[in-house]
């Protein structure tokens, strides 16, 4: 039971980050001047593709998955709204805040010692390198927004 609950916390914050990429991208189709969309994509992309490994795992491992992303959610996507209205350096930052995050969360888990080996696997070899990942592409949109 333990770790489908570390699962669904994470699964809550992949849930999350979808949904405030999803605002996100919404954003850039309104405005013009917000460049960087196919790289927003791609990272909301692979955001939906976390949500679906951790459903899997949590169902094979006989639990319910979370549905929604909580109040966790709920801030993110109030946050991200106010990103958004400020413009395209302040959305980026916002959205790399939310990926360091969920890189500490997907460390955090990490260092659960009743992890089993199959959650620390998808973790190690998938989710936490893709978070990595996620914010050198911010870095780098970030980089180019200054340049």
Known sequence: MHNI????????????ATETYQQ???????DAELGGSKSITQLHEAHKDAVSSLQSLINRLGGTPSEDSG?????????????NLLGKKAALMALQGGEKSGAEAYEEALRDAELTSDIRSLIETKLLPAQQAHIRTLD???EADTA
């Open 71 to 83: 109040s966790w959610g709920t801030w993110a996507k109030f946050v991200q709204g106010g990103a």
């Open 24 to 30: 996100a991208l919404d954003k850039l189709r309104d």
């Open 5 to 16: 609950d570390t699962l669904n916390k994470l699964l809550k914050d992949e849930l999350s």
């Open 140 to 142: 780098r949109l970030l």
